[in-house]
């Protein structure tokens, strides 16, 4: 089976959940809402790994020479399917020659497509995504174009299970619960542990990063958000040999605006490192377009990975409910 891509729209890429070289310098990249992406994995009948597409803002439109199971989550675009509008957060089948049309978002920046059986792209380093920077990986390194045809691979049992319960049956009304999507918005508080460098700063930078909103720069992209708010400074000048620096860290440059690194961030980096934002609120972050707000609260390591257990938890319980359907 097979997709056309008739519109590509702002930024639209083949992606995973990443690779697992970051040791010999290759970026994680991946899904920026990892959530989102193993959510309509999982919908679909997919394992939750695999290859999916990941539109920006402004989604694609879609030719399915096959009949397939489609799921549309994270941001929530103005989607119709024959120009009928379909729900995101719940599957749906598209028949052979179905148009699947995603406009503008609604609410929130990352929209997640995924197709029953995965998109069918080779695998380079452990992983289907598509890294921009190094031009490798999903459909020839690049954002999809027009005219591009994308191969989807054999559905598996789950998924063949999930659509026959779906065909010929009015518009589904399960899917994924309030729990799993209702961080999806236009400003996010997000939890942070301290960074090492975080006693460098000043008390009143201490201040304003725990209070002040911070907004989202156009300067933003896969690899980190410029952020604008409050200034942010050092107590006394701080040279930096280049140290580990990961997905959530945040940064701060000369500027004093801090920068917070998102999935295709470096995997070294030379600027103070006041706070690493936890896990579980990556995919908050990755949902705010430009012009979006944060906030940042402190949490400890505890905290963190008890929040983050949760989070595994609730996918957890979701994936075992699916099997029900």
Not at 85 to 104: K, M, N
Not at 259 to 275: E, F, H, K, N, S
Request: aromatic share 4%; glycine share 12%; charged share 20%.
């Amino acid at each position: 089976m097979s997709i056309r891509v008739t519109r590509a729209g702002l930024l639209t890429t083949v992606q995973d959940l990443g690779r697992h070289a970051r040791a010999f310098g290759v970026v994680r990249g991946g899904a920026m809402d990892r959530r989102a992406a193993r959510v309509a994995n999982l919908l679909v009948g997919n394992a939750a790994g695999d290859a999916l597409l990941e539109a920006t803002l402004t989604g694609p439109t879609l030719t399915f020479t096959e009949e397939a199971i489609v799921a549309i989550t994270g941001a929530e675009p103005d989607a119709q399917l024959d120009g009928v509008r379909v729900a995101a957060w719940r599957p749906f089948i598209a028949r052979p020659g179905s148009v699947l049309e995603l406009g503008g978002t609604r609410r929130g920046c990352r929209a997640c497509i995924a197709v029953g059986g995965g998109i069918d792209v080779p695998v380079v380093l452990g992983s289907r995504g598509t890294d921009l920077i190094a031009r490798m990986g999903g459909l020839e390194g690049r954002a999809l174009a027009a005219g591009d045809e994308l191969r989807v691979r054999p559905a598996g049992e789950a998924t063949r299970r999930r659509m026959r319960g779906l065909r010929d049956a009015p518009p589904v009304r399960w899917g994924a619960g309030r729990s799993l999507r209702d961080y999806v918005a236009d400003a996010a508080m997000v939890r942070v542990i301290d960074g090492p460098e975080y006693d460098a700063f000043t008390a009143s930078s201490h201040q304003a990063f725990g209070a002040a909103p911070f907004a989202v720069t156009a300067q933003s992209n896969r690899m980190g958000y410029r952020l604008s708010g409050a200034l942010l400074e050092l107590k006394a000048p701080l040279e930096m040999i280049s140290s580990p620096v990961a997905v959530g860290t945040v940064q701060v440059p000369p500027t004093g605006q801090p920068i917070v690194l998102m999935a295709d961030a470096q995997t070294v980096g030379g600027y103070p490192r006041i706070a690493n934002v936890i896990t579980a609120d990556l995919p908050a972050l990755a949902q705010l377009a430009p012009g979006g707000i944060v906030r940042f609260r402190r949490i400890d390591l505890e905290d963190a990975q008890r929040i983050q257990a949760a989070a595994e938890r609730d996918l957890a319980l979701f994936s075992v409910a699916l099997t029900l359907q």
